[in-house]
């Protein structure tokens, strides 16, 4: 870049010299000659002066206005997001982004201050993304402990990551990009970025269902009072792992509550995902249930969020976001309720 420009400028002083040499040569002993050559340094000054008047628009307007467009015009994805060490006011955040652009510029872009937010709404957190050389695949990895910047908005934005199929996130921020020997340019880094949600966590299912009872030999019930144990299978589309603490659920039939379920330390990666659970349940009342209403043992289950603590606290958070959501699932209880001899 600084090359090229050298080149031009040697190119013109070398061609107006020449075109000087043509006007001495034309009309010699001229007066015009004479005045060439007493002031041959103020048509340097007015040559100088107007290519900055050529020159300034293009540095200052054109070239800041072309980066400013270019930037418009890359494409933010995320590859990666772990969402770790969950408090009530905050998390540990790690983004992993490959940025496109289709620029022959490749500009440094200094490291910003960007506000992440669902479109039309406040940002619920801030990240430091750090300086980038951009090429036109660029990597960019975002690792910052964060405190919300609206507990409020953290909350809706988890709602949306739990019931979409994909969601839309705004990165808002102001940087300099510096190109070559060009003064830093002010933009504005404003990127759209689409993701994967949870999907109301469709595809959830449970297996290995094995009753507990009695206060001894292998199959009494756990110290925290859990007589049903399991697996619960998870989807996760998304490319977010979420450290969701422990995750307690309500269990419900016909709107009868019949017991919560524990998953202890849940943490939900991308991809299929297979976790204990624990539940303390109310036998009698599934009993019940098989013998009037639901004779095949298949039981119509609501299953809702309750909470999610970490480290002894309440993850509002993530509580809001799965009370907000309800999994239907037929369970079939007859395989466990006859190896544990409640039906034939
Ligand atoms: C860049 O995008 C913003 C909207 O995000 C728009 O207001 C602005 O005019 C665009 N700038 C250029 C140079 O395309
Ligand atoms: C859930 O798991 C049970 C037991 O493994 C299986 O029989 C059932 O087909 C599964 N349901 C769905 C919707 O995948
Ligand atoms: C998850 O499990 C479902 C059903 O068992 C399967 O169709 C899907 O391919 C699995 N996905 C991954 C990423 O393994
Ligand atoms: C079975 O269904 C009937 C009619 O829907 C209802 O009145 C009754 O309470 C149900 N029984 C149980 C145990 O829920
Ligand atoms: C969570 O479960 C407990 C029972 O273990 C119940 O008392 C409480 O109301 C539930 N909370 C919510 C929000 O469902
Ligand atoms: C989950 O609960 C268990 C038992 O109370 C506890 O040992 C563990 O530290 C808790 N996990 C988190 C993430 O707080
Ligand atoms: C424990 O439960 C399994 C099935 O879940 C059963 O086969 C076994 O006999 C039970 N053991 C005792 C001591 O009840």
């Given at each position: 870049m600084e090359h090229k420009a050298d080149h031009l400028a040697a190119h013109e002083v070398a061609s107006n010299r020449s075109s000087d040499r043509e006007v001495v040569q034309r009309k010699r002993g001229?007066?015009?000659?004479?005045?060439?050559?007493?002031?041959?340094?103020?048509?340097?000054?007015?040559?100088?002066?107007?290519i900055l008047i050529i020159l300034i628009p293009i540095i200052f307007v054109a070239i800041p206005k072309k980066a400013q467009h270019d930037l418009n015009q890359s494409t933010l994805e995320v590859t990666s997001q772990e969402v770790t060490s969950p408090s009530p006011n905050g998390i540990h955040l790690k983004l992993v982004t490959t940025a496109?652009?289709?620029?022959?510029?490749?500009?440094?872009?200094?490291?910003?201050?960007?506000?992440?937010?669902?479109?039309?709404?406040?940002?619920?957190?801030?990240?430091?993304?750090?300086?980038?050389?951009?090429?036109?695949?660029?990597?960019?990895?975002?690792?910052?402990?964060?405190?919300?910047?609206?507990?409020?908005?953290?909350?809706?934005?988890?709602?949306?990551?739990?019931?979409?199929?994909?969601?839309?996130v705004n990165m808002d921020g102001k940087t300099k990009l510096k190109l070559g020997g060009l003064p830093r340019m002010s933009v504005n880094y404003n990127k759209i970025i689409t993701m994967k949600g949870?999907?109301?966590?469709?595809?959830?299912?449970i297996t290995d269902l094995k009753i507990l009872q009695g206060l001894t030999g292998e199959n009494k019930t756990l110290s925290d009072g859990s007589n049903l144990i399991g697996k619960i299978i998870i989807p996760n589309p998304s490319v977010m792992l979420l450290d969701l603490g422990n995750v307690t659920?309500?269990?419900?039939?016909?709107?009868?509550?019949?017991?919560?379920?524990?998953?202890?330390?849940?943490?939900?990666?991308?991809?299929?995902?297979?976790?204990?659970?624990?539940?303390?349940?109310?036998?009698?009342?599934?009993?019940?249930?098989?013998?009037?209403?639901?004779?095949?043992?298949?039981?119509?289950?609501?299953?809702?969020?309750?909470?999610?603590?970490?480290?002894?606290?309440?993850?509002?958070?993530?509580e809001n976001a799965i009370k907000s959501n309800t999994i239907h699932l037929d369970l079939n209880v007859g395989p466990a309720m006859k190896a544990a001899g409640l039906i034939q």
């Open positions: 001229g007066k015009v000659s004479r005045h060439c050559k007493r002031f041959w340094w103020l048509d340097l000054i007015i040559l100088a002066i107007v496109k652009s289709s620029s022959k510029f490749h500009p440094t872009i200094e490291a910003f201050r960007a506000g992440l937010s669902i479109e039309g709404k406040e940002p619920f957190l801030y990240v430091n993304v750090p300086e980038t050389k951009a090429e036109a695949e660029t990597e960019i990895v975002v690792e910052n402990d964060v405190t919300f910047a609206s507990l409020d908005q953290f909350i809706d934005y988890n709602k949306v990551v739990m019931g979409s199929e994909s969601f839309v949870l999907n109301k966590l469709n595809g959830l299912n659920m309500n269990l419900a039939i016909d709107g009868k509550a019949i017991g919560t379920t524990l998953i202890p330390n849940f943490i939900l990666k991308p991809g299929n995902n297979t976790v204990s659970m624990q539940s303390t349940v109310n036998k009698a009342l599934i009993f019940q249930f098989i013998s009037t209403n639901y004779t095949d043992a298949i039981l119509p289950t609501d299953i809702v969020g309750n909470s999610s603590i970490a480290n002894g606290e309440h993850l509002t958070y993530y």
